[in-house]
């Protein structure tokens, strides 16, 4: 009597085959599948990099997920480097841009700026010119056209100097000035003249200022006398004023 497997059993049999067919089979199935999906995506990127304009695929450059490390940071070093070397070429022009200097006011208009404030003497105009002009012969020419204008003369600087010095300076002083500034010596005699014309008055009304009393000793004497000197006053006009100097104590 021969013995045949139930259905129940047969089908028993049959899932335990299937499980170990699945245990054996799947991983190598995979590893194909895998080697499959390779194998195109490498077949597709080929046929892609052969179908770009300009050349062969293995000139081509790859993507930039494709890319490695060192390439990667290879491009980086470069664009930084075309960064700076860019800037360094326009550095030279930048330089030269900063060193040239802003265009100011003409030589006139400086000149009229300075007359416009006070009077000038001409030497006196011609030195504060002097560092803005490149040939001394503009200034010159400025300085003719300012006297031939009426805005420029010695002459009027003069009068002005001595109305502001004479209320509290001696014509000593005053002329000293005068000739500083390049003033004619015949107009510089003139003004003399007519300094000491009032130097008593004058000379007096600063002492006065200074000093509620004659000095009482000659150490007074001294010190007041050296105090109306020192402002340019003559010495005849001094003794007037302080006396002869041989009264007080002895």
């Known amino acids: 009597m021969s013995w045949k497997p139930s259905a129940a059993s047969a089908d028993r049999l049959r899932a335990k085959l299937d499980d170990e067919f699945e245990t054996v089979a ?49 491009g980086g070093r470069a664009k930084k480097g075309g ?23 003409s030589l006139k208009m400086r000149a009229v700026g300075y007359l416009s404030r006070r009077e000038h003497a001409r030497e006196e105009l011609a030195r504060k010119l002097a560092p803005h002009a490149e040939d001394p012969a503009e200034v010159d020419a400025v300085l003719d056209a300012l006297e031939k204008e009426g805005w420029l003369s010695t002459e009027r600087f003069a009068q002005s100097l001595v109305h502001r010095r004479a209320s ?52 007074a004497y001294a010190k007041q006398a050296r105090f109306l000197a020192s402002r340019g006053f003559a010495h005849d006009v001094i003794r007037r004023i302080l006396g002869d100097g041989d009264s007080g104590d002895e």
């Open 168 to 219: 509290r300076q001696g014509a000593a002083r005053i002329v000293q000035e005068l000739r500083q500034h390049g003033v004619d010596d015949i107009q510089v005699a003139e003004l003399r003249e007519q300094l000491r014309a009032t130097e008593y008055d004058r000379a007096l009304e600063v002492w006065k200022k200074r000093f509620d009393a004659k000095p009482a000793d000659r150490a």
């Open 83 to 105: 960064r700076s070397d860019s800037l360094a070429d326009g550095a030279p022009d930048a330089a030269g841009k900063a060193k040239t200097p802003p265009k100011g006011p």
């Open 26 to 74: 799947k991983p190598e199935g995979l590893r194909r599948t895998s080697d499959a999906r390779r194998t195109s995506a490498e077949n597709s990127l080929r046929h892609a990099e052969s179908a770009m304009p300009g050349g062969d695929a293995a000139d081509a450059t790859p993507p930039q997920w494709q890319r490695s490390s060192e390439q990667r940071a290879a």
